[in-house]
């Protein structure tokens, strides 16, 4: 079997990878009939020369290769008929923008296995989630220190590494905030190891709600914390899940004494935002720094008006107007967007992104007609899309 790692054509530009060069190396090592190649890319976190060193085979031409991994979306016209191809192709949730490139994975025969997608037991096995929460959370303590003018510290793409960006928390002096952090999946614990690293006390929500502290402090909110049933009481998350267009709004309590919003929790867009464009303006409304790891754009938070870049990564808004106006001013609440986050600590995310794929999913590829985690997770198959996949025939213009 020879497998092929895919440079990264996405813009913005994605400079993380799949396999590092010591990755590639332990499994040649340990797989005797396994070939790797690696298209070569002067802007990967991890040089040609870096794989060259490890013994790996640099190659532009990976048409032999029976398997490509990549990142992110495949350009549909680089796609390679008949071949097993492992990326987050972003066509699960029959999003509009990737149609032409779902069309092209049935055109060209493709094997189609999403990242997103590979699950043991219900659980998705690999992503990028936890590295997107901890260079938010980052932003978050970053954004405080400009908003409030206490402390100046570098953004995670001008570290070296995750270490050298904890390593600026020592000695700063946080303001004396409340700090919001939503979900507690990937995301949300990634964000987690960042609060706790700039030792940051955590209290409960109801605590939160009810009394103020004499330093920063943080709460974690969920699903229940997040939104009501009709008649106020919390929401039940497996029904809310099955329904979330029954729900009410129940942040606009906690809207009213939070200072910081860094905000990792899945949305369904048919559940409510967090809060309204109109609720911004009242004097109640306290948020003024939002991290929003989501990046849902006009969704789960109505200001994220767009993604933003690493080069440019804040948004302002004007609180009455709602405009949006150069970010840290007077009156401004300010939202940070970047839609690649991981890709600001590129070594550290594709480190730990490759082990999983490494220990947990190359081996599969040994039985890939009998394995179960990759024929659950492949969304389309010579021409046709698979059983678990089959509701992507509803996608209008597909067929």
């Not at 992110?72 to 192709?89: A, D, M």
């Not at 997107?132 to 959370?137: E, M, Q, R, Y």
């Not at 570290?159 to 919001?180: H, N, T, W």
């Amino acid at each position: 079997m020879k497998i092929g790692i895919l440079r990264e054509y996405k813009s913005p530009e994605d400079i993380r990878v799949a396999l590092s060069p010591e990755q590639c190396r332990n499994l040649l090592d340990t797989h005797k009939d396994l070939e790797i190649v690696v298209e070569p890319y002067v802007k990967r976190c991890y040089s040609d020369a870096e794989y060259e060193a490890k013994g790996i085979q640099l190659a532009n031409d990976l048409s032999d290769c029976d398997v490509l991994i990549g990142v992110k979306e495949v350009p549909k016209e680089r796609l390679i008929e008949g071949k097993i191809y492992f990326f987050f192709s972003h066509t699960i949730k029959m999003q509009d923008y990737n149609l032409q490139l779902m069309k092209q994975l049935l055109v060209r025969n493709i094997s189609m296995i999403d990242h997103e997608t590979l699950a043991l037991n219900g659980q998705r096995i690999i992503g990028f989630g936890r590295w997107a929460g901890i260079v938010g959370a980052h932003y978050a303590l970053l954004m405080m220190g400009k908003k409030w003018n206490h402390y100046d510290i570098k953004p995670a793409n001008a570290c070296r590494d995750m270490d050298e960006m904890l390593a600026q928390y020592k000695g700063l002096s946080f303001p004396k905030v409340k700090i919001a952090l939503t979900g507690s999946g990937r995301v949300g614990k990634g964000a987690l190891e960042v609060l706790e690293s700039a030792g940051i006390r955590q209290v409960s929500a109801e605590s939160y709600l009810t009394e103020t502290f004499d330093e920063a402090v943080f709460t974690v909110l969920d699903t229940p914390h997040l939104y009501h049933n009709a008649d106020g009481s919390p929401v039940v998350p497996a029904e809310f899940y099955e329904n979330p267009e029954s729900a009410v709004n129940g942040f606009t309590a906690f809207s009213k004494v939070t200072d910081v919003l860094i905000h990792g929790i899945y949305w369904d867009y048919r559940a409510p935002a967090l809060f309204s464009n109109e609720e911004i303006a009242d004097d109640s409304f306290k948020v003024s720094v939002i991290s929003d790891i989501t990046c849902d754009v006009e969704g789960s938070i109505p200001i994220t008006l767009r993604q933003t870049a690493i080069e440019d990564p804040y948004i302002g808004i004007n609180k009455k107007s709602g405009a949006e106006v150069s970010p840290f001013g007077d009156n401004t609440i300010d939202v940070m967007a970047v839609g690649n986050l991981p890709n600001e600590l590129p070594r550290n995310a594709s480190d730990d992104f490759g082990s999983t794929m490494m220990n947990q999913v190359v081996p599969e590829l040994f039985n890939f007609e009998s394995s179960e985690l990759l024929q659950s997770a492949m969304i389309c198959h010579e021409g046709k899309l698979m059983p678990n996949f089959a509701y992507l025939k509803d996608w209008p213009e597909l067929f």
